[in-house]
């Protein structure tokens, strides 16, 4: 027999063990909330969101004032208010990572050899390279992968295919992507539930529990280098995360969507409930979940 899970009791188990960072969470607000609905959020209205993440108003304005100068964040005062939108700069960052989360994901074709001289190992990181050797990295063939300086080559397996997986856990911890997926997993799913059996959260809370969500599952996405299937491991949890994503994200929109609408201020007035790029979202993550 199946026990039903109440909507607030699975809220009440992620609000307890979801570390927030007040600078990750904000860039995750502006990424959900902010961008589709043009941009720019009052310093008020920030701070309400994350006093209900339980992040104080000091740790917010700290936080702010260290995106600004990492040109993350433009600020802009009319009279004694406050607005914040992203730099310019931040824009290409924030555009892709949107792309990752909420438009149809497709399959890498497969690999790309990059000869790149003098790469430092941060930028290796954040674009999913895998050391081959010195100056030698091997990547997945995507098509909005980064650009990458020096030689690049196209890569196949030409025979031995069964071996690719081996190969590939000695370029990328693949272990620590899956077990961070299995983390989201386990922390979401019984929300997930609940809602299946017909439970609900105040439209508030479905605010706080959607940005969690999608700050939970974009920090493992974004450096996972989303291999092709047959480079993971048989028990690779990133599919079943997708979906738990996906599902969530838009069970959870028409509360969250409501509540932002009626209650978050931009810089010309309240932020519009939908946008057509809200709704892109939430269309684009159905079809996908129907393929």
């Known amino acids: 027999m199946t026990l039903a899970v109440r909507g607030s009791e699975g809220f009440s188990r992620i609000q307890e063990q979801f570390t927030v960072r007040a600078p990750a969470m904000i860039v995750t607000i502006y990424g959900d909330i902010v961008v589709p609905r043009g941009g720019v959020l009052w310093m008020g209205t920030l701070v309400e969101i994350c006093a209900r993440l339980g992040i104080s108003e000091t740790l917010v304005r700290t936080a702010v004032s260290r995106l600004v100068a990492a040109e993350q964040l433009v600020g802009e005062r009319d009279g004694r208010r406050s607005y914040y939108r992203l730099a310019s700069g931040a824009r290409t960052e924030f555009a892709a990572a949107a792309a990752l989360l909420y438009r149809p994901q497709s399959p890498a074709e497969g690999f790309l050899i990059h000869h790149a001289p003098d790469l430092s190992d941060e930028v290796a990181r954040r674009a999913g390279l895998g050391r081959m050797g010195p ?31 081996d ?17 989201m997993i386990a922390l979401f799913s019984p929300l997930m539930m609940a809602f299946e059996q017909g439970e609900t959260l105040p439209p508030a809370d479905a605010v706080s529990a959607r940005l969690m969500l999608v700050q939970a599952y974009r920090s493992v996405l974004l450096r996972d280098p989303r291999l092709p299937a047959d480079a993971l491991p048989q028990d690779w949890p990133g599919a079943e995360a997708r979906l738990l994503f996906s599902r969530l994200y838009r069970s959870l929109s028409p509360l969250a969507d409501t509540y932002i609408g009626a209650q978050f201020e931009g810089r010309d007035g309240q932020l519009p409930a939908e946008t057509a790029e809200t709704v892109a979202r939430l269309e684009s993550l159905a079809f996908e979940e129907s393929r």
């Open 135 to 165: 100056d030698l990295y091997l990547r997945p063939n995507h098509a909005a992968n980064v650009a990458i300086p020096g030689l690049t080559f196209r890569a196949d397996v030409m025979k031995d295919g069964g071996l690719l997986a």
């Open 167 to 183: 190969y590939a856990s000695t370029l990328w911890n693949l272990r620590s992507f899956s077990d961070d997926y299995q983390s």
